[in-house]
């Protein structure tokens, strides 16, 4: 069983930067890892994924704005949020995929003046 800490979010003001991050506790190397995020009254939606040595998926309203990053040999994914608006407000979820989807629990992510 893999399970995903995450770390990071909180309060920002438009414009501000924000950084989350997500470790995975598996013994294997996860072959994709990536940030979906839930506004209150929306689905949930992917932010950016990363497969192991693939290219990086960003959905477009973040494009130029977030950064995802990971480390391989940690199982660890990093989000770097720039320029934040205040529809970046959401819960933020870490993803993980090897053979089975994994979530992490959540985290808040609010940008308000």
């Known amino acids: 069983q893999v399970q995903l800490v995450e770390s990071g979010g909180g309060l920002a003001q438009p414009g501000g930067s924000l950084r989350l991050s997500c470790a995975a506790s598996?013994?294997?190397?996860?072959?994709?890892m990536g940030w979906y995020r839930q506004a209150p009254g929306k689905q949930r939606e992917l932010v950016a994924r990363i497969p192991a040595g693939g290219s990086i998926t960003n959905t477009d309203s973040v494009k130029g704005r977030f950064i995802i990053s990971r480390d391989n040999a940690q199982n660890t994914v990093h989000l770097q949020m720039n320029s934040l608006k205040p529809t970046d407000t959401a819960v933020y979820y870490c993803?993980?995929?090897?053979?089975?989807?994994?979530w992490g629990q959540g985290t808040q992510v609010t940008v308000s003046s």
């Open positions: 993803y993980a995929w090897t053979y089975q989807d994994y």
């Open positions: 598996a013994t294997f190397s996860i072959a994709v």
